[in-house]
């Protein structure tokens, strides 16, 4: 379907529906049905912009081989495309179970898949990838590639997922939108995990939007100190130390890449970790540790790269049977399950002690460097002020960190505590170009 929505016109192009070339008629589709959000909620304050598309994929697009995989990163059952169109088209495979250990992927045997003979498409409907000619199958029943590049090269030229398919649909997108909401920013993503598109150098109202994830544990549903997944580069890290400089790395990057290519912020859509871990321990157990730890590593990343983000996800109705509800997900803060064991921090969180965790809400400035130790509770910040700017800077201190309070130190300035709002108020002074404010916890209760 990716492959149709992108580039159904150059890969399918005998494919109509209603008479309209299948991409046209997707992708106007979907444009229009977001024109009618945005005509009502045009002019409401709380509403910044819209989303080009939620986590859009390449699909078939570029892949040079139709025979193999274009990823490191397998797991469990992982046919090739011609095993998917064979499958897809009533075919018996015997398809390989992957594992990923220390040394990356490895193969672990072989499973037959779809022994029933079970068609994905209509009675009498042809697989639309046979009928164009990238596959047929023989006398024998066996299927054989006949355009190996077929999804990579169009009239002989080599294609670009992201500058021939992408990017012209979030053109496409932004200029709709903003023929009715003129000022509507509009937050462009790339592929999850990837760098952010390069709209183009005269582009403007735009937000680099990205999905990240520590993507061992979201796959495997395990965590490991000592392994990682470089998405940018697309290798396999080693060694708790290579992989928490590595994540860091990659929020950097991206952030980067945000201001290079799109020429605005960059808001991480998306970072979070599955909480069914080793089959739900936790849930059993009322002991998130291994959660924690993995939820700090991925949220030490984003401070170290400065990045903002946004944790995916608080689901109302997850259940510790059913997780979030949808697509076998996990990655709720919050369970109603958990609200009924007392071992567990403000009944029904999960992992909040990572998850709750002091930050600047507001800089009078120029950010430079965020820490935050959650073993011992010390927060360290510092930014470049601005003279420019009268506001002072205004630090989220959260009271289940500091149950007994909290001690600050700070280069210079003063600071003034809200015990109601949870906020610290800082006022730099001018005197110095940069400040440093450090947040720890007062080690018992205040003394009458």
Request: with cysteine.
């Amino acid at each position: 379907m990716f492959t149709l929505f992108f580039g159904g016109s150059d890969f399918a192009p005998h494919l109509l529906v209603e008479g309209e070339p299948i991409q046209e008629y997707l992708q106007r589709h979907y444009v229009d049905a977001v024109l009618q959000v945005v005509r009502r909620l045009k002019g409401k304050p709380c509403v910044l912009g819209y989303d080009t598309f939620n986590e859009p994929s390449h699909g078939y697009i570029g892949w040079k081989d139709l025979t193999a995989h274009d990823s490191l990163l397998r797991v469990d059952l992982q046919p090739t495309p011609l095993q998917s169109f064979a499958l897809g088209d009533g075919l018996e495979q015997e398809v390989g179970v992957w594992g990923t250990g220390l040394g990356g992927a490895r193969l672990q045997g072989h499973r037959q898949l779809n022994t029933g003979h079970v068609r994905a498409w209509k009675e009498g409907r042809p697989c639309i990838w046979r009928e164009h000619g990238v596959w047929t199958v023989d006398s024998e029943g066996v299927p054989q590639l006949l355009v190996p590049d077929y999804f990579s090269r169009v009239d002989g030229r080599e294609v670009d997922f992201e500058q021939d398919y992408l990017v012209p649909f979030i053109r496409r997108y932004a200029n709709a939108v903003r023929s009715v909401d003129p000022e509507a920013l509009i937050f462009a993503e790339g592929e999850p995990q990837a760098l952010p598109p390069k709209v183009g150098d005269r582009c403007s109202g735009f937000v680099s939007a990205p999905h990240w994830y520590d993507a061992v544990p979201l796959v495997l549903k395990r965590s490991d100190a000592w392994l990682g997944y470089d998405s940018v580069r697309n290798r396999i890290v080693l060694g708790p130390w290579a992989v928490r400089r590595s994540f860091a790395w990659q929020l950097s990057a991206i952030r980067q890449a945000g201001t290079e290519r799109l020429h605005g912020p960059t808001v991480v859509g998306e970072i979070g970790i599955p909480f069914d871990l080793r089959g739900g321990r936790a849930f059993r157990t009322g002991d998130y540790r291994e959660e924690e730890a993995l939820m700090d590593r991925s949220l030490r990343a984003v401070e170290s790269s400065l990045c903002s983000a946004t944790i995916w996800n608080y689901t109302a109705t997850n259940t510790n049977e059913r997780g979030d509800g949808w697509n076998g997900e996990d990655l709720s803060i919050w369970s109603p399950d958990q609200g009924r064991d007392t071992r567990v921090l403000d009944r029904g969180g999960r992992a909040l002690r990572a998850v709750v965790r002091p930050y600047p809400v507001a800089t009078a400035g120029e950010p430079l460097q965020l820490s935050y130790d959650m073993c011992r509770r010390v927060m360290r910040f510092t930014f470049r002020h601005d003279p420019g700017v009268i506001l002072p800077t205004e630090i989220f201190v959260p009271p289940s960190q500091y149950p007994f309070g909290y001690e600050v130190w700070m280069t210079d300035g003063t600071f003034l505590k809200d015990d109601v709002g949870h906020v610290l108020t800082y006022r730099n002074t001018l005197g110095r170009p940069t400040h440093t404010i450090v947040i720890r916890p007062r080690l018992g209760p205040t003394k009458p």
